[in-house]
């Protein structure tokens, strides 16, 4: 079983991404139960602005994303947060992957169907349950499954302070969740993969 965690900081390599690390929790759970995982940190890329799967334009870098998508039976989008919303990083993956909603495989299903998901979030200030309720509400809407308490956060609570690799406060609570998180994304990907959903009635 493979997992792809699309990390949507707005830092580039190598600069250390605090989304990320608390995402390698949720990973490093996901190891202990055999699953392969990929990370992407999307503001490397040449991701270029769109709504469709294909090349926009020559070098747009989102159809490989979008085969790591189609390879992967769990995905994990990993935002912080500014100004209580996702980053505009995430924004632009979730609007490429728009695509998905009208691509099917090879049973006439949707292609994210079968599929489960769920979301990291980190920021130094309130919002988190913002953010994850946006960016799994556009999972849910291209067909991927949101198994229950299919996120984690760390978030130090309303206005500026320290980041979450700078600040041990909450953390055993956000990993706690964060282990769950991928304990419930494993348990239904695999009950998905036992017993598949079937295509939407005609």
């Known amino acids: 079983m493979k997992a792809l965690v699309i990390n949507c900081t707005l830092k580039k390599s190598p600069d250390p991404s605090n989304t990320e690390a608390?995402?390698?929790?949720?990973?490093?759970?996901?190891?202990?139960?055999?699953?392969?995982?990929?990370f992407v940190r999307a503001v490397d890329l040449s991701i270029e602005p769109g709504v469709v799967s294909e090349a926009v334009r020559e070098g747009d870098a989102w159809p490989g994303v979008h085969e790591k998508l189609l390879d992967a039976e769990i995905l994990v989008i990993a935002s912080p947060t500014w100004l209580g919303r996702p980053s505009s990083v995430a924004q632009q993956v979730l609007e490429r992957m728009d695509a998905m909603l009208s691509e099917t495989d090879d049973e006439d299903r949707p292609v994210a169907y079968n599929r489960v998901a769920g979301v990291v979030v980190t920021g130094n200030e309130d919002g988190a349950h913002h953010v994850i309720s946006e960016i799994q509400g556009a999972l849910a809407d291209i067909g991927y499954t949101i198994p229950g308490q299919a996120w984690t956060y760390w978030h130090l609570g309303p206005g500026p302070g320290p980041d979450y690799l700078d600040d041990e406060k909450g953390r055993d609570?956000?990993?706690?969740?964060?282990?769950?998180?991928?304990?419930?994304?494993?348990?239904?990907?695999?009950?998905?993969?036992?017993?598949?959903?079937?295509?939407?009635?005609?």
Not at 22 to 38: F, H, I, P
Not at 177 to 183: C, F, I, L, S, Y
């Open 173 to 202: 609570w956000s990993h706690r969740t964060g282990r769950a998180m991928a304990a419930n994304l494993y348990g239904v990907a695999r009950a998905l993969a036992e017993r598949p959903v079937g295509p939407p009635p005609g």
């Open 22 to 38: 608390l995402a390698r929790v949720v990973t490093e759970q996901l190891e202990k139960d055999g699953v392969s995982v990929e």
